[in-house]
Every structure is written in C-alpha cells, then in structure tokens.
C-alpha cells in the first residue's frame, strides 16, 4: 500500500474515532465557530454600514482596504480548517494555524489603527520593506505598539505564548509529539481551548479595531 492511503485510512479512522467519542463535544465546537463568525460579521457591518447579510459583506471585503476586514474574512474559512485538522488527529497543526490566525489578525490591526488612512498597497509595501531589511519586528513588539490597554497586551503575549510551547521545538511540543496518527483527547481538548481562546482574543481586537477606526464612508 502507497503511503498516501496509509495516511489517508488512518486520518479517516481518526476522524470516525473523534466522533464516536467526542461527537457532542464537535458540535459544541462547531457551533462556537459559527456564533462566533456571525457576531464578527454583525460588528463589522456595523462598521461598514450595510445591511445584516452575510452574503454582501463578503462581496464588499474584495473591494475595501482595511487588512483587518479583509484578514477577517479570510478568517473565518480558516477557522474551519483547523477543526478539520483537529478531527483527522493533526493538533500539532491546527495549533500552528491557530498561532499564524492570531499572528495576522495582530499584524491588521497595528497596521489599520497606526496608518488608518492608507491603502492595502502601502501598507503591503512597508511590510514587504521590513521583510526585505531583515528588520520584521517580533509579535510581542507589535503587541507593545498597539493601542491596546496593558491588560489586554499581557493577555495576548500570553496566549501567543502558550500557542509557541506547541509549536516551536520545544519539550511540552516534542512530549506530546506522536510517531502514530491517532486520538488524543487530551491534545484534542488543548486545541478547542486555543481555539476558544484566540477568537475571544481576536474578537476583543476587533471591538477595540471598531472604537479607534475613522468612520466608513
């Protein structure tokens, strides 16, 4: 057998064992998500002034220029990706997209609250700048220099953080490392915590995001 249905038929054994013991734990999971998505939604139409319809803000996110809204949207499909990640057996990955969602989400919101009136080309050039110098400035320099409230800068340092121990090679990251695809309660409930976590995180953001933006017009 090639190693791609080795991998496939256990990601499919995993995924059928996730269900049969943590299926109402999954739908929970999965209605956060979607309560969730609907809640960023309605604040950033709010935002954009436009009628409560899911289907127009993410024809309008094509065209408008906040990295936020834009990130926001590309967002919520990650969202779901990561569940699937975590329904194969793969946690060690839908903890490093979880990082990388915090990580831009973090990234749009320096950018639109300290150049609110600049266009998604300028601002893709001043990163596109520090990247070429080798001077990218590190998440919890970015974190310092928002507009957040201590607190709120703390908490996110934290959470990115605790995110890296599973991320980075670290020993809390190699120790519960698997050689096998298999079922990990314990790794499966990590990840809904994180997960719980960054779209709190990410949700306070965009509250925050809303109150320092000038208004859409």
């Known amino acids: 057998m090639s190693i791609d249905?080795?991998?496939?038929?256990?990601y499919e054994r995993v995924e059928k064992e996730t269900m049969s013991k943590a299926g109402p734990k999954i739908s929970t999971w999965i209605n956060y998500i979607?309560?969730?998505?609907?809640?960023h939604?309605?604040?950033?139409q709010t935002f954009l002034k436009i009628p409560p319809t899911t289907k127009e803000f993410f024809i309008l996110s094509e065209d408008i220029t906040q990295l936020f809204l834009r990130r926001g949207?590309?967002?919520?499909k990650n969202l779901y990706w990561i569940l699937h990640c975590v329904l194969s057996g793969a946690y060690h990955q839908a903890i490093r997209e979880l990082r990388h969602s915090l990580e831009?989400?973090?990234?749009?919101?320096?950018?639109?609250?300290?150049?609110?009136?600049?266009?998604?080309?300028?601002?893709?050039?001043i990163l596109k700048?520090?990247?070429d110098i080798e001077k990218y400035p590190t998440e919890k320099a970015i974190i310092n220099a928002t507009n957040l409230t201590q607190n709120q800068k703390d908490?996110?340092?934290?959470?990115?953080?605790?995110?890296?121990?599973?991320?980075?090679?670290?020993?809390?990251?190699?120790?519960?490392?698997?050689?096998?695809?298999?079922?990990?309660e314990d790794l499966l409930d990590k990840c809904e915590d994180f997960?719980?976590?960054?779209?709190?995180?990410?949700?306070?953001?965009?509250?925050?995001?809303?109150?320092?933006?000038?208004?859409?017009?």
Do not use: C
């Open 5 to 10: 249905l080795v991998f496939k038929e256990a």
């Open 34 to 39: 979607d309560e969730w998505i609907n809640k």
């Open 41 to 44: 939604t309605e604040l950033m």
């Open 73 to 76: 949207v590309e967002l919520f």
């Open 104 to 125: 831009t989400m973090i990234q749009a919101y320096y950018f639109d609250t300290n150049h609110p009136q600049t266009s998604i080309e300028v601002k893709m050039g």
């Open 129 to 131: 700048t520090l990247e």
């Open 155 to 184: 908490n996110l340092k934290q959470l990115y953080k605790d995110l890296s121990g599973y991320v980075h090679p670290s020993h809390t990251a190699i120790q519960s490392q698997y050689l096998h695809v298999d079922y990990n």
């Open 195 to 217: 997960s719980k976590r960054v779209m709190d995180a990410i949700f306070e953001l965009a509250e925050n995001w809303i109150k320092t933006m000038p208004p859409y017009l």
